[in-house]
């Protein structure tokens, strides 16, 4: 490629001169951390809370919807205290949520949306995410579109075969990683909890409670999997979790 003349490179460089000069001026403004939208303090209080909020949702087969409530209305009242919209109208959708909660069997709809918030709500940036305005109007936007009628049965339906279509595949998972020599700990492990999540999402807390018992005992035993006595009881937990699946489709 032939050289340029000197009068061509210079014209170049005038050229360029007002671009380099402007991004030279943006640079700086490019470094600089965005300051904070709210008090660190009142977001460490909304971390803590949604902490709180999902720890509560996880372990609701155990304690009941009980605890929830005043779960969700701690991290309402930090909403209120934020005076932030994206944030009151998450806090509203939860708290009509909370009422729900009372029926006697809550819409499926209604606990895979609260499955998902209460996950979501699990950021140690809180507040200050840079999507979190974005995701606190999608899921109060999904919590209240969820209908109030309890005929719900259609939606049940369907979510109830898109649950078993996956936990078949766990199953086949499951069952192959036991076969293998020896028995493959890790995958049992990722396995049992992913349709342990799956379950949980479909409101099957039988399943969930299976899938979890499989993978506790997988990991706690992963080096001696090998020995007969651990093969069949972890072949006992998935034919136990088989049945499980079966009377779903029952």
Known sequence: MADLPDDDLEDSRAALDPTLAATADILPWLARPRPPRFDPAVNARWVAAGEALQAAWANRHATGYGPLRPAIFSLYGI???TADADCL???EALAGAADRLEDDAPPARLVAALSACTECLVDPAGLEHELFGERARHFARR???VPASAQDSARSAAIDQLFLEDAGEQLALLRDALAALPPDACALT???HRLATQADLAEVPEIVRLARQLADYAG?????LDATGHREALETL???????IAAVDG
Do not use: P
Not at 220 to 224: L, M, P, T, V
């Open 143 to 145: 919590l209240d579109s």
């Open 79 to 81: 909403a209120l205290e």
């Open 220 to 224: 706690h035993h992963a080096a001696e």
């Open 89 to 91: 109208h998450l806090g």
């Open 238 to 244: 998935i034919d136990r979790l088989a049945e499980a």
């Open 190 to 192: 990722s396995e049992a």
